[in-house]
């Protein structure tokens, strides 16, 4: 599975931006996919995540604010950033829980995105 991310850029402080993460490969296998971010200088972190059955979960600091979703046939994941804060600005990158089940075997792992910059700055 490879995860591919967009959307990021320069915004200033309330207003808004859209990642997506597209993802080729196994998409069979694809569960639970995720946003993490990472600013400079600290660990990544969890932002959203969302179920196979669209369940999702956010990080306390952007709840209200970001909304993520996922089409299933198109096999994209999307992040909707609003009212957007200079301390969002980080690396962004799309996660996804990967198992795929062969007659041979069972294979479970992470799949990660390349990162996408986000900066919010007036």
């Known amino acids: 599975v490879q995860l591919q991310a967009s959307g990021g850029g320069l915004v200033q402080p309330g207003e808004s931006l859209r990642l997506t993460c597209t993802a080729s490969?196994?998409?069979?296998?694809?569960?639970?996919m995720a946003w993490y971010r990472q600013a400079a200088g600290k660990q990544r972190e969890l932002v959203a995540s969302i179920s196979k059955d669209r369940s999702t979960n956010y990080a306390d600091s952007v709840k209200g604010r970001f909304a993520i979703s996922r089409d299933n046939a198109k096999n994209t994941m999307s992040l909707q950033m609003n009212s957007l804060k200079p301390e969002d600005t980080a690396v962004y990158f799309c996660?996804?829980?990967?198992?795929?089940?062969?007659?041979?075997?069972?294979?479970?792992?992470?799949?990660w995105g390349q990162g996408t910059q986000v900066t919010v700055s007036s």
């Open positions: 490969g196994s998409t069979s296998g694809i569960r639970t």
């Open positions: 996660n996804a829980d990967v198992v795929i089940i062969t007659p041979a075997t069972t294979e479970a792992f992470y799949a």
